[in-house]
């Protein structure tokens, strides 16, 4: 089994610090399982730990952007990206025609006109790779586009943070100003070091949750997460790289009432409505009555712990919240405190 070593990502909501807590938990109520399930898979971090640990698993995120990321660590048992086809990721072929919806659609929003014209070609170049190519090589395209953005997010017009930065504050202008092609560098070896064989066939989907039809014996469910005001979606949050998993769609996408010019591609209200979380929640939850479920959520969410409990309680046999302390956030604005809890049925 390999050493326990996690790829890094910057991924919001990412249970990175968590998984090896989480993990433990699993372990502590003593039932076998075998499939995982991760039904909000986002970073993927949970899907690589289950695969380490040996187990069949099943990833799944609704946006196509995170399936692809899924399918690099995931679903593929190694890396097949060359260092010589990441230096060709970056060269127009003279003898291809190119769009340019970034450049044209992008001028000053969230890169540099450098960077979108960078991203254009990439986006197109990695069409004409292999096919067993193309998840890696969206991998370093993602992943050097989220590491280049000040928060590492996509619901604000503000390449001014980066380009205006005096060294104040917060940020890190040094990583936001690595040129693309030495990030893809990095983050191709960081593939070669993370993506394994663990002798199981492993699969990335992506499908909304309530329709991701397939079992396993355990089932993770790390949905959005609402605290009581200001909720950005998922889709603000990442809209931007939606876009470029789908790069032919974004012209007629592009929402230009909006000063972040969000790209209307996979928006859902499924797990993003506090109205309609709980309902949501349920129907997933009556879907996978028959596997063991592991929830992720926040003390200081809507809804509570407590009702995500009662909800349990009605499919399972024996239900646990537990509170993983240790790892709490600090003090909010209010002073209230804030924990991670995992709430396991089975
Ligand atoms: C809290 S994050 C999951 C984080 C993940 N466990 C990790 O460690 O990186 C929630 C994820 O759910 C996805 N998502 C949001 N609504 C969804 C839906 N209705 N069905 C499936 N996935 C959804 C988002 O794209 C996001 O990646």
């Given at each position: 089994m390999p050493k326990i070593n996690l790829p890094v990502t910057r991924y919001y909501g990412s249970k990175r610090k968590l998984v090896d807590l989480i993990w433990s938990e699993l372990e502590n109520i003593n039932v076998e399982f075998n499939s995982v399930l991760d039904v909000f898979g986002g970073s993927g971090i949970f899907s690589y730990y289950s695969k380490l640990r040996g187990k069949s698993v099943i990833y799944n995120d609704i946006f196509l952007f995170n399936q692809i990321i899924g399918e690099a660590l995931i679903q593929n048992n190694s890396n097949e990206l060359s260092e010589e086809d990441v230096h060709n990721l970056l060269i127009r072929e003279p003898n291809r025609i190119y769009q340019n919806y970034i450049a044209e659609n992008f001028h000053d929003i969230y890169f540099t006109d450098e960077e979108n014209y960078q991203i254009d070609t990439v986006i197109q170049n990695i069409g004409f790779l292999p096919i067993e190519r193309r998840a890696s090589a969206y991998y370093l395209l993602f992943q050097?586009?989220?590491?280049?953005?000040?928060?590492?997010?996509?619901?604000?017009?503000?390449?001014?943070?980066r380009t205006n930065f005096n060294g104040g504050g917060f940020g890190n202008k040094v990583t936001w100003e690595r040129?693309?092609?030495?990030?893809?560098l990095?983050?191709?070896?960081?593939?070669?070091?993370?993506?394994?064989d663990n002798g199981q066939n492993n699969i990335s989907l992506n499908h909304s949750a309530l329709q991701c039809n397939l079992q396993a014996d355990l089932v993770y469910i790390d949905p959005p997460y609402f605290r009581s005001v200001n909720h950005v979606p998922y889709h603000s949050k990442y809209h931007f790289l939606e876009g470029l998993a789908n790069y032919n769609l974004i012209p007629e996408n592009i929402d230009h009432t909006k000063l972040h010019r969000e790209i209307n591609l996979n928006k859902s209200n499924e797990f993003?409505?506090?109205?309609?979380?709980?309902?949501?929640?349920?129907?997933?939850?009556?879907?996978?009555?028959?596997?063991?479920?592991?929830i992720s959520y926040r003390s200081n969410g809507v809804p509570t712990i407590a009702e995500i409990e009662s909800l349990l309680n009605q499919y399972k046999n024996n239900v646990r919240a537990i509170n993983l302390?240790?790892?709490?956030?600090?003090?909010?604005?209010?002073?209230?405190?804030?924990y991670e809890f995992l709430i396991l049925g089975f």
């Amino acid at each position: 089994m390999p050493k326990i070593n996690l790829p890094v990502t910057r991924y919001y909501g990412s249970k990175r610090k968590l998984v090896d807590l989480i993990w433990s938990e699993l372990e502590n109520i003593n039932v076998e399982f075998n499939s995982v399930l991760d039904v909000f898979g986002g970073s993927g971090i949970f899907s690589y730990y289950s695969k380490l640990r040996g187990k069949s698993v099943i990833y799944n995120d609704i946006f196509l952007f995170n399936q692809i990321i899924g399918e690099a660590l995931i679903q593929n048992n190694s890396n097949e990206l060359s260092e010589e086809d990441v230096h060709n990721l970056l060269i127009r072929e003279p003898n291809r025609i190119y769009q340019n919806y970034i450049a044209e659609n992008f001028h000053d929003i969230y890169f540099t006109d450098e960077e979108n014209y960078q991203i254009d070609t990439v986006i197109q170049n990695i069409g004409f790779l292999p096919i067993e190519r193309r998840a890696s090589a969206y991998y370093l395209l993602f992943q050097s586009c989220l590491i280049k953005r000040p928060y590492n997010l996509f619901h604000r017009k503000n390449l001014n943070l980066r380009t205006n930065f005096n060294g104040g504050g917060f940020g890190n202008k040094v990583t936001w100003e690595r040129p693309f092609k030495e990030l893809f560098l990095k983050f191709n070896s960081e593939l070669n070091k993370y993506v394994f064989d663990n002798g199981q066939n492993n699969i990335s989907l992506n499908h909304s949750a309530l329709q991701c039809n397939l079992q396993a014996d355990l089932v993770y469910i790390d949905p959005p997460y609402f605290r009581s005001v200001n909720h950005v979606p998922y889709h603000s949050k990442y809209h931007f790289l939606e876009g470029l998993a789908n790069y032919n769609l974004i012209p007629e996408n592009i929402d230009h009432t909006k000063l972040h010019r969000e790209i209307n591609l996979n928006k859902s209200n499924e797990f993003e409505n506090k109205n309609t979380f709980l309902n949501d929640l349920e129907e997933l939850i009556e879907m996978h009555q028959n596997s063991i479920i592991a929830i992720s959520y926040r003390s200081n969410g809507v809804p509570t712990i407590a009702e995500i409990e009662s909800l349990l309680n009605q499919y399972k046999n024996n239900v646990r919240a537990i509170n993983l302390k240790k790892y709490s956030y600090a003090l909010n604005s209010k002073g209230s405190e804030n924990y991670e809890f995992l709430i396991l049925g089975f």
